[in-house]
Structure formats: structure tokens, C-alpha cells
């Protein structure tokens, strides 16, 4: 069992449509991510959050819209998504933001098709 | 800035054949060093890390020396599974989790 859970596992949604991904880390984090995996293209850091607090958003377009409710959960609120937007999105997290040494565990992944 | 370098893939092996996966990185301060490994229809997960020079990391039968003087984090293993048939990412972060600088990934399938 992961200690990454996201749900679903797989979304497929139409441009207009809104849709959220969800979240949630068993491991006592104190800091979540949000990456976005494309084929073909290297992985991209989307969102940061540390204590619940955004502190990183790496020039992402506003129909993608990151919450934080606890440092438990990491939501991905998606709207009017252009069909580009299709990819894996992963979740990760990590005991601190800036410990050196300290890895990122991740989730299964979402699987986000834009028809 | 600080980069990392993989051979590009796909790398295709029979089974029981050994397994090199080069990783060469560029980094100003003393990073450490990942192995992820990426199984079909799954998320990333860490294969194996090394904190500081001469250090090596090694999980399921994996292996990695951090060599400082030649800034390479190569990944071997012996003799390799159909199951270790996966996307492999060399990774080096020095500032911690946040900071995590992935390679583009090597697609690695071992045939029967």
C-alpha cells in the first residue's frame, strides 16, 4: 500500500466540464506537490505546498487551481481544460520542504484525458 | 543550474543480461542522488539514494555509486527480470524534496 493515495485513477472530461483530483498522504508530511507528467517531455513541477501553504507555482494556468486544506490533503481543481492539458498527473510529498537528503514519495498517478 | 543527464532509452535487454543505466549531473553544491523507477500505469517510486561521495545505494538487486569525480550516478544490475521491465529517472536534489531535479527518464524492457 502507498502512503500517496490519489483518486481517481483515471479521468476523462470535456473541455467544459469541472472536475477535481484528489489527494491524501498516511505519512505525516508537512509538504505536498503537484507534477504533471506528458508524454515525451520531462517531468514539471506544478505546485508546492508546505504547512498548507502554497509556496510555489511554477507559471501554471489559472483553469488549474491547487487547495490545501490540511497537510493531509492536496486537491487539483480543473476547469475548462484544453485537450494539451491531457497527461499523468502525480502527487507527491515529503517530511519538510528543504531538508537536504530527504526524498519525494508519490502517488499512483491520475491519468487526465481532455476529449 | 543544476541538470542531470540520462542515456536516452528505450533499452532493450534479454533476461538475466546486466544492466547499465548512465546518469551524469551538474550541480554548484554536494546534491544528493536518486534512482526512481516508474512501473507501467503507476507513479515514481524511489529504487535507491546516496547522500554524499563514495556512498552506494542499493535496493532489489540495483546499484548506484555517487562518484564525485566523475559526476555519475550509474544504475547496474547483474542480471536483470522481466519485471524490472520500467521507466528509470536519475534525480539530484540539494536544497531538499522541493528541489528535486529529474532526468528524462529511461525506458527500459527485458524480453523473456
Known amino acids: 500500500e502507498t502512503g500517496v493515495t490519489q483518486t481517481p485513477r483515471h479521468l476523462v472530461m470535456g473541455m467544459t466540464n469541472k472536475k477535481s483530483l484528489k489527494c491524501e498522504q498516511h505519512?505525516?508530511?508537512?509538504?505536498m506537490y503537484w507534477y504533471k507528467q506528458s508524454a515525451k517531455k520531462p517531468l514539471e513541477l506544478m505546485f508546492v505546498?508546505?504547512?498548507?501553504?502554497?509556496?510555489e507555482n511554477n507559471s501554471v494556468p489559472s483553469r488549474f487551481s491547487p487547495e490545501c486544506p490540511n497537510s493531509s490533503h492536496l486537491f487539483l481543481h480543473l476547469h475548462t481544460l484544453q485537450p494539451e492539458d491531457s497527461a499523468l498527473y502525480l502527487c507527491?510529498?515529503?517530511?519538510?520542504?528543504?531538508?537536504?537528503?530527504?526524498?519525494?514519495?508519490f502517488g499512483q498517478g491520475t491519468r487526465l484525458t481532455v476529449v | 543550474g543544476n541538470s542531470v543527464t540520462q542515456m536516452e532509452g528505450p533499452v532493450t535487454l534479454s533476461e538475466e543480461a546486466f544492466l547499465t543505466i548512465n546518469c551524469t549531473y551538474t550541480?554548484?553544491?554536494?546534491?544528493?542522488l536518486f534512482w526512481y523507477v516508474q512501473y507501467p500505469g503507476e507513479g515514481l517510486q524511489l529504487l535507491l539514494k546516496?547522500?554524499?561521495?563514495?556512498d552506494k545505494g542499493s535496493n532489489k538487486g540495483f546499484e548506484a555509486t555517487y562518484r564525485k569525480e566523475t559526476t555519475s550516478f550509474h544504475l547496474e544490475k547483474g542480471s536483470v527480470q522481466v519485471s524490472d521491465s520500467a521507466v528509470y529517472f536519475c534525480?539530484?536534489?540539494?536544497?531538499?524534496?522541493?528541489?528535486?531535479?529529474f532526468g528524462s527518464g529511461t525506458r527500459l524492457s527485458i524480453r523473456p
Open positions: 546516496a547522500t554524499k561521495a563514495d
Open positions: 505519512l505525516g508530511h508537512n509538504a
Open positions: 507527491a510529498s515529503s517530511q519538510d520542504l528543504d531538508r537536504v537528503n530527504t526524498e519525494a514519495f
Open positions: 505546498y508546505s504547512l498548507e501553504e502554497r509556496v
Open positions: 550541480a554548484t553544491g554536494y546534491p544528493s
Open positions: 534525480a539530484l536534489s540539494d536544497q531538499g524534496a522541493s528541489k528535486i531535479i
